[in-house]
């Protein structure tokens, strides 16, 4: 019997690796902390391998910016975009212009229909004070 679910138990490590494989993309590195002064701008990468359909960036749990193959999805002129490539790697840039203390907080990149995202902290200082 302990030959069996060994047996089982193997089948199901090489299933689960060919399905996380199979998925094609994934954030290869997330944003970085950053801190910036009130009114500058903020920038935050997310290197993503091929494969992805859409990125979406989120502050303080809200997403503001959505990224297809094609073309950024801009709902707020504050929250742009800029996209590179490296090495066959997407490089997606999210821009927050004239920051403000109220952008201070969570900034998050994800993948639609995956898991997988990336964190960073933005900290916004007015006047020599940190938020």
């Known amino acids: 019997m302990e030959g069996g679910c ?8 090489v299933l ?46 809200t997403v503001v ?8 999805i801009i709902t707020n002129d504050r929250f742009t975009s800029e996209s590179y490539e490296v090495g066959g790697s997407f490089i997606s840039e999210m821009i927050i212009h004239n920051v403000q203390l109220s952008d ?13 995202e990336g964190v960073a902290f933005l900290s916004v200082q007015a006047g020599g004070t940190r938020v």
């Open 65 to 72: 910016l959505s990224i297809t193959p094609r073309e950024p």
């Open 6 to 13: 060994r047996g089982i138990l193997a089948t199901l490590v």
């Open 104 to 116: 201070a907080g969570q900034v998050k990149c994800s993948l639609q229909n995956s898991d997988r």
């Open 16 to 61: 689960a690796g060919l399905a996380a494989f199979g998925s094609g993309y994934e954030i290869i590195e997330g944003p970085k902390n950053v801190t910036v002064l009130k009114g500058s701008e903020a920038r935050f990468n997310c290197t993503i391998s091929p494969g992805w359909k859409l990125i979406m960036w989120a502050l303080n749990g």
